[in-house]
Nanobody, 128 residues
Framework: QAPLVESGGGLVQAGSSLRLSCAAS????????AAWFRQAPGKEREFLAA????????YVEGSVEDRFSISRDDAKATLYLQMNDLRLEDTAVYLC?????????????????????WGQGTQVTVSS
């Protein structure tokens, strides 16, 4: 299958917005759950958000739910993470991940071991 390709990261000032994209052409995109994680240097990978394979359910982690949102466009086979009001602590490598299942409970969704496919990551750096 074609690799997952993330884009949209970069160096931005605090208070800015970014939309990250994860292109999944050639993969079973339409029927499987997808998620966003991030990892800062020296820290463990952090779950951010997930969306069901059919797009009818989604979950955003409480620490960012007021600022981040997840969506998918099946026609474009693309997953998105909209990030608003970026802060210094949002600086990290952001990674998309795809499952082989359609949806599950939050404990399962947030576990990195439950995703089969990962992108290489895109760097988001927020400066003051």
């Amino acid at each position: 299958q074609a690799p997952l390709v993330e884009s949209g990261g970069g160096l931005v000032q605090a208070g800015s917005s970014l939309r990250l994209s994860c292109a999944a052409s050639g993969r079973p995109f339409n029927s499987v759950a997808a998620a966003w994680f991030r990892q800062a240097p020296g820290k463990e990978r952090e779950f951010l958000a997930a969306i069901a394979g059919n797009g009818e359910q989604s979950y955003v982690e409480g620490s960012v739910e007021d600022r981040f949102s997840i969506s998918r466009d099946d026609a474009k086979a693309t997953l998105y993470l909209q990030m608003n009001d970026l802060r210094l602590e949002d600086t990290a490598v952001y990674l998309c991940a795809f499952a082989i299942w359609s949806w599950s409970g939050i404990s399962y969704l947030s576990n990195t071991n439950n995703y089969a496919y990962w992108g290489q990551g895109t760097q988001v750096t927020v400066s003051s």
